[in-house]
């Protein structure tokens, strides 16, 4: 399986994504759009993968927790 992420080029660090989740919940204030609750499934996707790669790469990698609502 390809590390990368359709359509977004090579896999972006959990940190990264996390960072993305938090932007799209503050910018929705906490009432997110289905437009932003499709967003938010994909990223959460790409963060636990991100976070498994990270896991599996070792110590000394992001341990960025994820951004609930």
């Given amino acids: 399986?390809?590390?990368?992420?359709?359509?977004?080029g090579p896999a972006r660090p959990a940190?990264?994504?996390n960072a993305e989740i938090r932007e799209?919940?503050?910018?929705?204030?906490?009432?997110?759009t289905s437009q932003d609750r499709a967003r938010y499934?994909?990223?959460?996707?790409e963060w636990a993968a991100a976070r498994q790669r990270e896991?599996?790469?070792g110590p000394g990698h992001?341990?960025?927790a994820l951004a609930l609502p």
């Fill in 24 to 32: 799209l919940w503050h910018r929705s204030a906490g009432r997110p």
């Fill in 15 to 17: 940190a990264v994504v």
């Fill in 1 to 8: 399986m390809s590390p990368d992420v359709p359509g977004r």
């Fill in 41 to 45: 499934e994909q990223l959460v996707i």
């Fill in 62 to 64: 992001d341990e960025t």
């Fill in 55 to 57: 896991a599996a790469a």
